[in-house]
């Protein structure tokens, strides 16, 4: 069976870290490209991270940039998006996503592309 698993979302303070991690099974990620997205409630999924295939080269929305960083670990069958500087405007459920196929900004933020998604990780911000 095919999937993906999300993890390490929790609670943290504004100004905290945390990592999460999204795990494949049933396929070999390396194959994939990785977007990350999120859902705030009341909002509509958006989203903010992506990896190629190697990792050797990512993108970021302006909302995240210089505070996540996305890796990736394919001996592992991982990817990895580090939060830092957390604001309470970052409260949502995070998702991480699969798709075979090279893209660039800004289709990679539509979801519309993505094979696989993850259950989700909630992560809230609050003091």
């Known amino acids: 069976q095919l999937q993906l698993v999300e993890s390490g979302g929790g609670l943290v303070q504004p100004g905290g870290s945390l990592r999460l991690s999204c795990a494949a099974s049933?396929?070999?990620?390396?194959?994939?490209?990785i977007g990350w997205f999120r859902q705030a409630p009341g909002k509509e999924r958006e989203g903010i991270s992506y990896?190629?295939?190697?990792?050797?080269?990512?993108y970021y929305t302006d909302s995240v940039k210089g505070r996540f960083t996305v890796s990736r670990d394919n001996a592992e069958n991982t990817v990895y998006l580090q939060m830092n500087m957390l604001a309470s405007e970052d409260t949502a459920v995070y998702y991480c996503?699969?798709?075979?196929?090279?893209?660039?900004?800004?289709?990679?933020?539509?979801?519309?592309?993505?094979?696989?998604w993850g259950q989700g990780t909630q992560v809230t911000v609050s003091s």
């Open positions: 990896i190629t295939r190697t990792g050797s080269s990512t």
């Open positions: 049933g396929f070999n990620m390396d194959e994939y490209y």
């Open positions: 996503a699969a798709d075979k196929v090279a893209r660039y900004p800004p289709w990679v933020w539509e979801r519309r592309w993505y094979e696989y």
